[in-house]
C-alpha cells in the first residue's frame, strides 16, 4: 500500500472551494440573453437562443431567435413566440381597510 501524502490545510481549502465553484457552476441553470430589438443580435451561434421584447408577439409572450441551421450565408434564425418567463411582473396586491373606516 503506497503512503499518503500530507496536504497543507491550504491546499485543501483551495480544492474545496474550487470544487464547491465548479459544482455551483454546474447547479445554475443557463440564462437566455434577452434584447430589445432583433437588429441587436450581432452574432449569433448555431444552437444559441435569444429572446426579443420588441412587441411583436402577443402579450404574455415574448419572441425568442435562436440559430437553427448552417446555410452557405451563415446561420439560419427562426422565430417563434414563446410564453414570457413567470416573476417578470409583480402581481397588483390588494389593501384591506383598517377596521373602522
Not at 452557405?72 to 389593501?95: D, F, N, Q, S
Amino acid at each position: 500500500m503506497p503512503p499518503m501524502t500530507k496536504t497543507s490545510r491550504p491546499a485543501r481549502f483551495l480544492v474545496l472551494v474550487l470544487g464547491g465553484l465548479a459544482m455551483s457552476a454546474l447547479a445554475c441553470p443557463a440564462t437566455a440573453q434577452q434584447v430589445s430589438r432583433e437588429q441587436d443580435i450581432l452574432n449569433l451561434r448555431l444552437g444559441q437562443r435569444i429572446r426579443v421584447d420588441d412587441g411583436t408577439c402577443p402579450a404574455g409572450q415574448v419572441k425568442e431567435v435562436s440559430g437553427a441551421k448552417m446555410a452557405a450565408t451563415g446561420i439560419v434564425r427562426t422565430h417563434k413566440c414563446i410564453p414570457r418567463v413567470a416573476g417578470k411582473t409583480r402581481p397588483e396586491t390588494t389593501r384591506q381597510a383598517a377596521p373602522g373606516n
